[in-house]
Nanobody
Framework: VELVESGGGLVQAGGSLRLSCAAS????????MAWFRQAPGKEREDVAA??????TIADSVKGRFTMSSDDAKTTVYLEMNNLKPEDTAVYYC???????????????????WGQGTQVTVSS
């Protein structure tokens, strides 16, 4: 599965961005999907995950970030509102065949990665 991300950029604190991740040439109906981020000097962390029946959002971004998909299950989105400078990171789309329990995705569960998109939040 090829994952192609878009939508990153530079935004002021308090602003919003929407990231998109398209599964090139196929759907992800049988995949669990997730958004990870990695800030400089920090480990890559999952901020949102979606299986076929639920979505889980990390506590650090809950109430500000929302993960969704289109009806055709070809694109997933990460809507980010009230962005903070600490949200600055490279954001990665991730996928694995089959479902995961209703929780965030672990790094060792990821089978496919997108190329990453930079999100920079200025204060």
């Amino acid at each position: 599965v090829e994952l192609v991300e878009s939508g990153g950029g530079l935004v002021q604190a308090g602003g919003s961005l929407r990231l998109s991740c398209a599964a090139s040439g196929r759907t992800f109906r049988n995949h669990a999907m997730a958004w990870f981020r990695q800030a400089p000097g920090k480990e890559r962390e999952d901020v949102a995950a979606m299986n076929t029946w639920s979505t889980t959002i990390a506590d650090s971004v809950k109430g500000r970030f929302t993960m969704s998909s289109d009806d055709a299950k070809t694109t997933v989105y990460l809507e980010m509102n009230n962005l903070k400078p600490e949200d600055t990171a490279v954001y990665y789309c991730a996928a694995r065949w089959g479902n995961i329990p209703q929780r965030l995705m672990r790094l060792d569960e990821v089978e496919y990665w997108g190329q990453g998109t930079q999100v920079t939040v200025s204060s």
